[in-house]
């Protein structure tokens, strides 16, 4: 359920990942550039916006479209060409050499790049990028995940989630909540650098059972505020 408070939406997503303060605080206009098939795209980029969740509704987004399952190197010349500080992948990765790819991801970390992937792609295998896996409105791991139980990365809401195209529901989906919740905090905290707002981001809640800690905006917050100004 979503509703409008005061001309802000709220809903029980941001409230289990502490993000209602968050995007109270401040809006901004970090890019969020989004890697993922032509189909996926419309609804991965539309999550964070004002039809979706208003994580960072001035966020422009960049779309580059990807065939599904193309070689390792093809998708290692896609991300050599990302601009934005903040990228989203989500999409599974073909056979190929994967040793472009890998060095392509180290490159990202050295043009101080965020990546944010799903947690069931290759490209989450790099010790550089942030896996995230989706989870229930409580929290709890979606139907189609089993997370590993030291699994790193990040667990954030991806069922049923608003868009302009409708709820979608996917691993993707909720790689694309962690991207625009960066992507907001980016804006808030301009000169900090990437591993900052990635260590921020993985903080997230303590106590988890299993797999990774659930993303905690309000704690990656106060992390970058302390860190970060």
Known sequence: MISEVGGRVRSPLLDL?????????????????????????????????????????????????????????????VLRAVTARVALVSLAVGEGDEHPLRAALDDTATRDILVVTAGDTAVADHPWTIPVLSCTSSGRPSWFVDPEPDARGLFAPGEEVPGPQGPTTGNGVAAAVVAATAALLWSMFPTATAPQVRSALLIGTSHRPSGPPLLDAERAHEQLAHYAT
């Open 17 to 77: 990942v502490r993000l209602n303060r968050v995007v109270r605080w401040g809006r901004g206009a970090e890019p969020v550039e989004v890697i993922a098939t032509e189909a996926d795209t419309p609804f991965l980029s539309g999550v964070g916006g004002e039809g979706g969740l208003a994580i960072n509704p001035m966020s422009p987004v960049v779309t580059r479209a990807v065939g599904q399952a193309r070689p390792p190197e093809e998708l290692a010349g």
